[in-house]
């Protein structure tokens, strides 16, 4: 039986903790830099990524490491990696937090005041410090963090798989672009979500049957509830079980396979995609959804997509045609 990582599902676990050795922390400033990033304009910014596996994973440096971040719209906050960032000076603020799927000891928060993409700052943003090593000891990547909604949500944040970068736009408190020339390429559909906290939500289809979706791209795979309608559970076609380990290093078994006939609206819908059938209880209870299922990575590999988080809205960019 193949063993995977619990985090290729969703890494927004990384925000639900128990209260063991639980505080808040506040770090100096420390600027993060991208490389490779292209300027395009006063508020916008071209980062190349590349997939490991199927994460979303930039390079940059942050004080005097350099290495990867990982891009994951389903966690609420901005992770560091406690492995590299042992001996920073902070000063802590105990604070309490409840947990869902396991425990993760030694889960700790400080506080970035001041992130750069080059010519964009970046302030007060608190950075949860967690042990990532499993992740980079599974990916064999030198792994310094993860970037998640309290970052991504100042922007309108262009996720393009197909030529493999992300645009960053800084947008006003409206969701409206503070520079309104940045994409050269066409929107042909646009479709409103719903924010809870800091999940995306999405109304969609799979065959008739109406299902509520998360959108996270640090899921490298999508996940269904087990306790879905029949009626949808149909066009999940299983293929085999699979053993994964939680943050805590704890392990489920999962059924995995590929999940058909899936829609947003009459013009967006979507191929096969890789799935597992797992539980998605205790998340819905920790962020106050009722989600049916994730979307993940395939979402992002068949739709170029841009989000606006303050105008709750996903709009959709054009494939070029393949001859």
Same mark, same amino acid.
């Given at each position: 039986?193949?063993? %995977? ?21 506040? #770090? ?14 006063? *508020? ?33 906050? #901005? ?64 792994? #310094? ?16 798989? *197909? ?14 672009? %503070?520079?309104?020339?940045? *994409? ?11 924010? /809870? ?17 998360? %959108?996270?791209?640090? $899921? ?28 805590? /290093? ?5 059924? *995995? ?27 819905? /209870? $920790? ?37």
């Amino acid at each position: 039986m193949r063993t %995977l990582l619990l985090t290729i599902l969703l890494l927004s676990h990384f925000s639900l903790f128990s209260n063991n050795d639980l505080g808040k922390y506040t #770090l100096k400033s420390l600027p993060i830099k991208f490389k490779n990033a292209t300027i395009l304009n006063e *508020y916008s910014t071209r980062i190349p990524f590349k997939l490991v596996d199927r994460l979303i994973v930039i390079e940059g440096t942050l004080k005097d490491q350099t290495g990867n971040f990982i891009i994951d719209t389903g966690s609420e906050t #901005l992770i560091l990696n406690k492995v590299h960032f042992k001996t920073y000076p902070f000063q802590k603020e105990i604070e309490n937090t409840s947990g869902v799927i396991d425990n993760v000891n030694d889960r700790f928060e400080k506080k970035i005041k001041k992130l750069s993409l080059r010519k964009f700052t970046i302030k007060d943003r608190r950075s949860d410090i967690i042990d990532l090593s499993h992740i980079e000891r599974s990916k064999k990547i030198k792994l #310094l963090g993860i970037i998640g909604y309290n970052v991504l949500k100042d922007y309108e944040v262009f996720i393009d798989l *197909y030529l493999n970068q992300i645009t960053l736009t800084k947008i006003d408190k409206q969701g409206n672009k %503070l520079n309104k020339k940045v *994409y050269l390429e066409t929107i042909v559909d646009s479709i409103d979500f719903t924010l /809870k906290k800091h999940t995306i939500v999405l109304n969609g289809y799979i065959g008739n049957k109406e299902i509520t979706f998360g %959108l996270d791209s640090g $899921a490298e795979f999508n996940q269904l509830h087990k306790k879905v309608n029949k009626k949808a559970l149909k066009h999940f076609y299983p293929k085999k079980r699979v053993k994964l380990i939680g943050a805590s /290093k704890k392990k489920i078994e999962v059924l *995995y396979g590929d999940l058909f006939r899936v829609k947003l609206n009459d013009k967006t819908y979507f191929g096969p995609m890789k799935t597992m059938l797992t539980n998605l209880h205790n998340m819905n /209870k $920790a962020f106050g959804t009722n989600l049916d299922g994730i979307l993940g990575y395939d979402f992002f590999a068949q739709k170029r997509v841009i989000i606006n988080y303050k105008k709750e809205k996903l709009y959709f960019i054009k494939y070029p045609l393949i001859r």
